[in-house]
């Protein structure tokens, strides 16, 4: 919970100073999808975890996650899907790899290099997320979840800032 430092300001002489108030556990985990189709507006489907360390309780996302983020895309889109994603140790899993060998007439997948994060627009959504949250102070690791979803639905209802993260990658949508 030691939150991610940010520039801020304050009056001149004084150093800013933000007491933070935790025991240091828990953590948020994300996914998303950037959709895009020409002729149409850009979406983000997205989906978060909260980790709090518990018995039983899953540290991050696993296979069946992404299984099932991907089927609610395909349900909110409806049509096939053309994924294009990083190489991810989840996204190259023997459970993942037999989803898509069995939902091929819907779903065509695209591995980018190993690492390229600039090819990735998901990636500028995160920034994005992570900058807005940069001085957020959390009590508590609800408060973080609560900040970072108002910002994800921030996202959502600006499909311009989408196709920004998009245009930020250098590459274009073919028909």
Not at 5 to 29: E, H, N
Not at 117 to 139: F, M, T
Not at 157 to 164: K, N
Request: proline share 6%.
């Amino acid at each position: 919970m030691t939150p991610p430092r940010a520039r801020t300001w304050g009056r001149i002489g004084r150093t800013p100073v933000v007491r933070v108030r935790s025991r240091g556990s828990g953590r948020l985990s994300m996914m998303g999808m950037c959709c895009f189709k020409p002729g149409t507006r850009s979406r983000l489907i997205y989906g978060l975890r909260e980790y709090r360390g518990r018995k039983d309780e899953p540290k991050g996302f696993g296979w069946k996650d992404f299984c099932r983020l991907l089927v609610r895309a395909r349900i909110q889109l409806g049509g096939p899907i053309v994924l294009v994603w990083d190489n991810v140790r989840l996204h190259l899993t023997r459970g993942m790899r037999e989803f898509i060998e069995k939902n091929t007439d819907w779903l065509t997948v695209f591995q980018l290099p190993t690492y390229a994060p600039d090819l990735n627009p998901q990636e500028g959504i995160w920034s994005l997320v992570k900058r807005e949250i940069g001085n957020l102070a959390a009590a508590d690791l609800s408060q973080v979840t609560r900040a970072v979803k108002r910002r994800l639905k921030q996202i959502q209802y600006r499909p311009d800032v989408v196709d920004g993260c998009l245009a930020g990658t250098g590459l274009a949508l073919n028909d």
